[in-house]
């Protein structure tokens, strides 16, 4: 198994940020502009669900790319998904990397592949 270079990652997180900002931007009566934590509410469901459910996320899925516990690459159990989407979503440990993974790979003890 292959890990899913920085590239591949960041655009994968681009296409589901703005899936959600579309989505939020319809729900909010097309105020795009305004909402700004409906649309991580909708990121933090949008990517968790999914991943939960078929090991990626919808950016992910079209970059195929998933989501696999580091040590088995097997799946993931749904707490350490919400985990690691949480930390997703507060950006920094997104940033940093520790031994070539993000760190909210390590603390949730998961790695993204190539498939």
Known sequence: MENAGTGR????LTLDWLLCWLVA???????????????LG??????SILTILQQASAGQRILRLRVVDFETGGMIPPLRIALRTL???????AIFKKDGRN???VF???RVIKI
Not at 9 to 12: G, L
Not at 42 to 47: D, Q, T
Not at 87 to 93: D, K
């Open 103 to 105: 760190l909210h790979d």
């Open 87 to 93: 930390l997703i979503c507060l950006v920094l440990p």
């Open 42 to 47: 909708l990121f933090f469901v949008e990517v």
């Open 108 to 110: 949730a003890n998961s």
């Open 25 to 39: 931007g319809l729900i909010s009566a097309g105020s795009l502009g305004s909402g700004q934590f409906l649309h």
């Open 9 to 12: 990652r960041f655009a994968a």
